[in-house]
């Protein structure tokens, strides 16, 4: 069956605690992103990634980082985290090399709450 | 800086009439542009891309307008139903496919 999917899917943690979450996809896809999801804000672009040992910012990659070593593993990691990183995140995938003519996948979502 | 918008009230409809969905975008000219459907709690799901130079798509019971011109996209769901309750996304592709926009979501409601 073809998934995607996002380990853990609640979190609480302190303050500054590094931590990763993990997405994983068995589809073969090239192109993976993080996106996080506030009300009112709606689906915010954290990182994307082409292609293997590739990645590039989206619109809110501060206080994030990415890595891509392998094709289906694709880690968010936080350093230090902050309360004002509490929110919803997804990671999706597509098919192609690019986004373009391609469906996003989307993982499940993990609740991410820093206090 | 690129905008994008959606209907931000919520779209109460009753069942068997046709929901229109509004999505304008600003400083931009996408080559795609995508819908898709997010249930609470849940991650989006794709429902239809339109290329720049295509007027108009259809899957089943959705359609959707891209207007290059107006930068506007609408998005149709004809004869629905309750189910097709959920919160609708629009979202435009750019930089070389890499990047994504999504707009707010326009939460639909189908009364029986």
């Known amino acids: 069956e073809a998934q995607v999917t996002q380990n853990p899917r609640y979190l609480i943690t302190v303050t500054g605690k590094k931590l990763t979450v993990t997405c994983s996809q068995n589809?073969?896809?090239?192109?993976m992103s993080w996106y996080r999801q506030d009300p009112g804000l709606g689906l915010r672009q954290i990182y994307y990634s082409m292609n293997v040992e590739v990645t590039d910012k989206g619109d809110v990659p501060e206080g994030y980082k990415v890595s891509r070593k392998e094709k289906r593993n694709f880690p968010l990691i936080l350093e230090s985290p902050s309360p004002n990183q509490t929110s919803l995140y997804f990671c999706?995938?597509?098919?192609?090399?690019?986004?373009?003519?391609?469906?996003?996948?989307f993982g499940p979502g993990t609740r991410l709450t820093v206090t | 800086s690129q905008k994008i918008e959606q209907n931000s009230e919520a779209l109460n409809i009753q069942e068997g009439k046709t929901a229109t969905l509004t999505c304008n975008y600003t400083n931009y000219s996408p080559a795609y542009l995508q819908w898709y459907r997010q249930d609470p709690g849940r991650g989006p799901v794709f429902l239809l891309l339109i290329r720049e130079n295509e007027k108009e798509k259809r899957k089943e019971r959705l359609k959707v307008t891209f207007d290059t011109t107006l930068k506007q996209s609408l998005f149709h769901i004809t004869a629905s139903q309750p189910a097709d309750s959920a919160t609708y996304l629009c979202?435009?592709?750019?930089?070389?496919?890499?990047?994504?926009?999504f707009g707010q979501g326009t939460e639909l409601s189908v009364k029986p």
């Open positions: 979202a435009l592709i750019y930089n070389q496919g890499g990047k994504l926009i």
């Open positions: 999706a995938t597509s098919r192609g090399g690019t986004g373009y003519n391609y469906e996003q996948y």
């Open positions: 589809m073969n896809h090239e192109y």
